[in-house]
């Protein structure tokens, strides 16, 4: 294993499903909160991470949306960026899409522009000093309507050079895909590529809407689609990717045992999966982890790790050339 570990380690690697206010350590929320006089109800970073037990996706929420309230200043969102791309670049991540919830920091007051102009400048930065590529995909949150939704994607029109595509996170029982028809009917109109998180807690049902309503061109999780044999072999063979995050999956308790996790079911049934860690912060890994659980719980193999890494570059929203670019440095990991 500690081979397998050092090779998970070296491998250039792509992440598809990571929220950029999931990556906010427990040290920087403190800083943050201290500089911006906000209160948290916590005294030590340990009684912070002693806090993240969550029994399923919307206890983890409430401590999410919570945790983001330090983020106050243009400043802040460039420094939760580049504290990310740092740690990523650590892990030989080469590319990265990210997602960002701006409701998450209009509806307590904070402007469109001071989000997104923060985030970018660090991504602009990351290309620069670390040489990441990486997209910003913007998501809306499901439970609130779908009006507020419309509204957040007029606010991006001015911004849509900087944005890649849509999304849809937050809770997901209750608020399925169809809900947002019209919105991503309009950002598709405007270009926008688009993706949903889907089938995470959610029935197959919600994938379907997410493929046959929302037009989604990549599915955030679906781990629920393996229960309907008409989803699987559709996923399989229009080869859609999804974006499985293990340890989130673990940590929200959709699986209660790693040797459980549906990755191995996936890989069997051909199905586009690839690996990245959703929240790192609060799941208690960053891409090489995740893999790491993987790796060790469902007995992968090298090759399957290279399958998996390769899926990722081939799932990103670059064009061929670039595609082809990114595999070839994994080609010469391979060969070194
Ligand atoms: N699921 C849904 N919404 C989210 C998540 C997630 O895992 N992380 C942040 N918002
Ligand atoms: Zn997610």
């Not at 990310?84 to 990265?96: A, D, G, M, P, R």
């Given at each position: 294993?500690?081979?397998?570990?050092a090779?998970?380690?070296?491998m250039?690697?792509?992440?598809?499903?990571?929220?950029?206010?999931?990556s906010?350590?427990?040290e920087l929320?403190?800083?943050?909160?201290?500089?911006?006089?906000?209160?948290?109800?916590?005294?030590?970073?340990?009684?912070?991470?002693?806090a993240?037990?969550?029994?399923?996706?919307?206890?983890?929420?409430?401590?999410?949306?919570?945790?983001?309230?330090?983020l106050?200043?243009?400043?802040?969102f460039?420094?939760l960026?580049?504290a990310?791309?740092?740690?990523?670049?650590?892990?030989?991540?080469?590319?990265?899409e990210?997602?960002?919830?701006?409701?998450?920091?209009?509806d307590?007051?904070?402007?469109?522009?001071?989000?997104?102009?923060?985030?970018?400048?660090?991504?602009?930065d990351?290309?620069?000093?670390?040489?990441?590529?990486?997209?910003?995909?913007?998501?809306?949150?499901?439970?609130?309507?779908?009006?507020?939704?419309?509204?957040t994607l007029?606010?991006?029109?001015?911004y849509?050079?900087?944005?890649?595509?849509?999304?849809?996170?937050?809770s997901?029982?209750?608020?399925?895909?169809?809900?947002f028809?019209?919105?991503?009917?309009?950002?598709?109109?405007?270009?926008?590529?688009?993706?949903?998180?889907?089938?995470?807690e959610?029935?197959p049902?919600?994938?379907?809407?997410?493929?046959?309503?929302l037009?989604?061109?990549?599915?955030?999780h679906?781990?629920?689609?393996?229960?309907?044999?008409?989803l699987?072999?559709?996923?399989?063979?229009?080869?859609?990717a999804?974006?499985?995050?293990?340890?989130?999956?673990?940590?929200?308790?959709?699986?209660?045992d790693?040797?459980?996790?549906?990755l191995?079911e996936m890989?069997?049934?051909?199905?586009n999966?690839?690996?990245?860690s959703?929240?790192?912060?609060?799941?208690?890994?960053?891409?090489?982890e995740?893999y790491?659980?993987?790796?060790?719980?469902?007995?992968?193999?090298k090759?399957?790790?290279?399958?998996?890494?390769?899926n990722?570059?081939?799932?990103?929203f670059?064009n061929?050339?670039?595609?082809a670019?990114?595999?070839?440095?994994?080609?010469?990991?391979?060969?070194?």
């Open positions: 294993m500690t081979q397998l570990r090779f998970i380690e070296g250039p690697k792509a992440e598809l499903h990571l929220h950029i206010e999931g906010l350590e427990p929320m403190f800083s943050l909160a201290q500089k911006n006089n906000i209160s948290l109800p916590f005294k030590t970073v340990e009684e912070v991470r002693d993240y037990q969550f029994s399923d996706l919307q206890d983890f929420l409430d401590i999410y949306y919570q945790g983001m309230g330090v106050q200043t243009e400043q802040d460039y420094d960026t580049w990310y791309l740092t740690k990523i670049h650590s892990q030989n991540v080469i590319h990265t990210i997602f960002f919830d701006p409701q998450g920091h209009t307590r007051g904070i402007s469109f522009d001071t989000v997104i102009n923060g985030i970018h400048r660090a991504l602009v990351g290309s620069e000093k670390l040489g990441i590529s990486s997209y910003l995909i913007m998501c809306f949150l499901r439970h609130l309507d779908e009006s507020a939704a419309l509204e007029e606010q991006a029109l001015p849509k050079d900087k944005i890649k595509g849509v999304g849809l996170d937050s997901e029982l209750g608020h399925p895909p169809s809900k028809a019209h919105v991503f009917a309009r950002a598709k109109q405007e270009g926008f590529l688009a993706v949903a998180h889907a089938g995470e959610g029935p049902e919600y994938v379907f809407e997410a493929l046959d309503i037009k989604i061109d990549r599915l955030d679906g781990n629920r689609s393996l229960e309907n044999d008409t699987t072999q559709r996923l399989a063979s229009t080869k859609m999804l974006t499985v995050c293990p340890l989130s999956n673990y940590k929200l308790a959709g699986v209660t790693m040797r459980q996790h549906p191995r890989l069997d049934k051909n199905l999966a690839t690996i990245n959703d929240d790192p912060a609060y799941f208690g890994g960053y891409m090489n995740n790491f659980a993987v790796a060790e719980a469902l007995d992968l193999s090759d399957d790790l290279i399958t998996l890494a390769r990722g570059f081939n799932a990103t670059c061929l050339q670039e595609k670019a990114l595999q070839s440095r994994l080609d010469d990991y391979l060969k070194q």
